[in-house]
């Protein structure tokens, strides 16, 4: 089993910057890739970045060059920065796991005020 708790959402204006944390615990030797997907009112769940145990890193077209992921193994963390943030990246953000099986965090609010 693994456990993902989520952090660092919140309120913020257009154009400015968020960092979302994913810390893991559990059988973690056992995660290959993590990721943060996003879901908005009314529409589905979105790949946003994933980031592999070799850190290859994959992003949504529509985050390219504004956002960031990365990992700290020692901390069991992953992280994702964002800047120049939109209206449009309003949403809750679920950080992702995949071992054998898939695991998602509980998700953290992001909201983005014009």
């Known amino acids: 089993q693994v456990q993902l708790v989520e952090s660092g959402g919140g309120l913020v204006q257009a154009g400015g910057s968020l960092r979302l944390s994913c810390a893991a615990s559990g059988t973690i030797f056992s995660i290959n890739t993590m990721g943060w997907y996003r879901q908005a009112p009314g529409k589905q769940r979105d790949l946003v970045a994933t980031i592999t145990s070799g850190e290859r890193t994959n992003y949504a077209d529509s985050v390219k060059g504004r956002f960031t992921i990365s990992r700290d193994n020692a901390k069991n963390t992953v992280y994702l920065q964002m800047n120049s943030l939109k209206p449009e990246d309003t949403a809750v953000y679920y950080c992702?796991?995949?071992?054998?099986?898939?695991?998602w965090g509980q998700g953290t609010q992001v909201t983005v005020s014009a």
């Open positions: 992702n796991a995949q071992a054998i099986y898939t695991y």
